[in-house]
């Protein structure tokens, strides 16, 4: 059984920068499968950053340019960098294959942005 566990958030002012953590304990198939989903209080959850290919990475329109996935293969983790985060952002980040979710869900890392 795979759980995956994200961390990394926290309360941070508009413009400020955060990196999250997805480090799934248990064998998956790839890290390079993986992406970051969200959850702001009263919206369905949202796919914002994934790898698509070995090589290649999406965003939704809302980070781009923002936001950066990453990946470290020898610690089996997958990162989200956050950079001039916005109020809007604020949410419940979490970690899981895409772009079909086959994993059950971790508890997410609670991300807070004011303004």
Known sequence: QVHLVESGGDLVQAGGSLRL???PSGSILSINTMGWYRQAPGKQR???AHFTSAS????ADSVKGRFTILRDNAKH???LQM???KPEDTAVYYCNT???VLLP???GTQVIVSS
Request: with cysteine; aromatic share 14%; proline share 5%.
């Open 21 to 23: 953590s997805c480090a």
């Open 98 to 100: 895409s772009p079909m």
């Open 46 to 48: 949202e796919l914002v």
């Open 56 to 59: 290649t990475t999406d965003y």
């Open 83 to 85: 950079n001039s985060l």
């Open 77 to 79: 983790t997958v990162y």
């Open 105 to 107: 869900w971790g508890q």
